[in-house]
C-alpha cells in the first residue's frame, strides 16, 4: 500500500472567508478589480460551517492544506498589521499547514497561482500523492493551480466564476464531503 498521504488543498478568499465586492470602479496596478481579498481586519468574515467542514476533512483522513496568494502586501491595498490579524484567526483554524505567496504580479515567482509550486513543496514536504488529492478555489487562478500540479479540482460556486469548468463544483465546503465520499 502506498505510504502517500492525500491532501485537500484550499484557497483562502472566496473559500474559507468571504470575499469583498469592489463595485465596477476599483482598479489595482492597472487592473480593473471587482471581488478582492478583505483588505482590513474588519472586512474578514469567516464563511459559516468552515470549522466543521475542515474537520470532517482530518477525519476522512486528509491533510488539509491552505495555499493562498496574499499580492495585496505588495500592491498596498493593505496593510501588514490587518493580514497579520486575519492570518491569526486563520491560524486557529485546524490545517496541518499554511502556505502563503505575498508576491505581486510581476515579480516573477514560482508560488503564486495559477503556478503550482505551493502545492509542489506541499507535496514533497508531506509526501502527498497529488493525483489523489483536491484544491478547493473560486478562481480560474485555483482551478489551473490545481490542474498543473495533477489535483482534482472544486469550485465553490459564485457569480465571478461560472464559465469555469472544474471536475466539481458546490455551494459551499459542507458540500465537499460527499465529493469525498464519492471517489
Ligand atoms: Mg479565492
Not at 480593473?32 to 460551517?49: D, N
Not at 491569526?88 to 499554511?98: H, M, N, S, Y
Not at 487562478?141 to 469550485?155: H, L, N, P, Y
Amino acid at each position: 500500500m502506498s505510504s502517500l498521504k492525500r491532501a485537500i488543498f484550499l484557497d483562502r478568499d472566496g473559500v474559507i472567508n468571504d470575499v469583498v465586492d469592489r463595485g465596477d470602479n476599483c482598479v489595482v496596478l492597472d487592473k480593473q478589480v471587482r471581488w478582492t481579498a478583505p483588505w482590513t481586519y474588519a472586512e474578514f468574515i469567516l464563511k459559516p460551517g468552515v470549522i466543521d467542514a475542515l474537520q470532517k476533512f482530518k477525519a476522512a483522513g486528509y491533510l488539509i492544506i491552505l495555499a493562498t496568494n496574499q499580492p495585496d502586501l505588495a500592491y498596498g491595498t493593505m496593510k501588514r498589521e490587518d493580514h497579520d490579524k486575519i492570518m491569526t484567526d486563520i491560524r486557529a483554524l485546524p490545517f496541518d499547514d499554511i502556505f502563503i505567496c505575498e508576491h505581486g504580479r510581476d515579480e516573477g515567482c514560482g508560488c503564486k497561482k495559477p503556478k503550482p509550486g505551493m502545492l509542489l513543496e506541499a507535496g514533497k514536504k508531506w509526501h502527498i500523492d497529488l493525483a489523489q488529492s483536491f484544491i478547493v478555489g473560486d478562481t480560474k487562478s485555483d482551478m489551473g493551480t490545481g490542474q498543473a500540479a495533477g489535483c482534482k479540482v472544486i469550485i465553490i460556486d459564485h457569480e465571478q466564476n461560472q464559465k469555469l469548468e472544474p471536475d466539481y463544483r458546490v455551494k459551499n465546503l459542507s458540500e465537499v464531503m460527499g465529493i469525498l465520499k464519492s471517489v
